[in-house]
């Protein structure tokens, strides 16, 4: 009898020890994690793994997905979130800069400058702030291009560093352009 006990209880212990904790699920499977958050959060509201977890794993799933609702979820859990607090910005951003008039693009310019303070290194808030610039007002040509030159300064992806400096020559043309009519 005490051996069937001492060898049902290191089964267990095997077993527990084998099963995926939350932080394993939100890198392997983020999908199992999210939508059975409800309940765990419920079972063990107090468990800080466990919503920073989900928190990690509604952060893959934006990634992965570029699925903006990711971050708002995270802000639930996480409300001074800089990553998703970051993304969210852009988002809304990018939206009051599709809007093309001036009010929007003032919107545009706080919700990039917003972006810009939380995560310093990253330059793409700095090429949209330089994009909305030059849509509020083109014959300013000083603050975009310092946008721009902030921007290529910091860290861009290669296809954002490409479209910064696409912009920046177009932008010293255009200067140029205006420059050489007035002289």
Same mark, same amino acid.
């Given at each position: ?6 060898? !049902?209880?290191?089964?267990? *212990? ?10 394993k !699920?939100a ?12 309940? !765990?959060?419920?079972? +063990?509201?107090d468990?800080?793994?466990? +919503? ?7 952060? @893959? ?18 409300? @001074? ?11 809304? /951003? ?5 809007? /093309?008039?001036?009010? /929007?693009?003032?919107?545009a310019?706080?919700?990039?400058a ?6 310093d290194?990253l ?5 949209? $702030? /330089? ?5 509020k ?6 603050l ?11 860290? *861009? ?10 912009? +920046? $020559?177009?932008?010293?043309? +255009?200067k140029?352009t205006?420059e050489?009519?007035?002289?």
């Amino acid at each position: 009898m005490k051996n069937k006990i001492l060898s !049902l209880t290191f089964l267990f *212990l095997i077993i527990i020890s084998c099963a995926p904790n939350a932080s394993k !699920l939100a890198e392997t499977n983020p999908k199992i994690l999210i939508n059975n958050a409800d309940s !765990l959060i419920a079972q +063990r509201p107090d468990d800080i793994e466990l +919503r920073n977890a989900i928190v990690q794993a509604h952060l @893959n799933l934006a990634r992965a997905n570029s699925d903006p609702s990711h971050y708002k979820a995270v802000i639930k859990f996480e409300p @001074n979130n800089k990553s998703a607090n970051y993304y969210i910005n852009l988002e809304k /951003g990018k939206n009051h800069h599709k809007k /093309g008039h001036k009010n /929007g693009q003032w919107d545009a310019i706080q919700s990039f400058a917003k972006a810009a303070a939380l995560i310093d290194t990253l330059g793409e808030p700095y090429y949209w $702030l /330089g994009q909305s610039y030059e849509k509020k007002d083109e014959m300013d040509f000083e603050l975009p291009l310092e946008s721009y030159d902030k921007a290529l300064s910091l860290f *861009l992806e290669n296809d954002m560093q490409k479209k910064t400096q696409s912009a +920046r $020559l177009a932008l010293l043309k +255009r200067k140029k352009t205006y420059e050489d009519f007035w002289k």
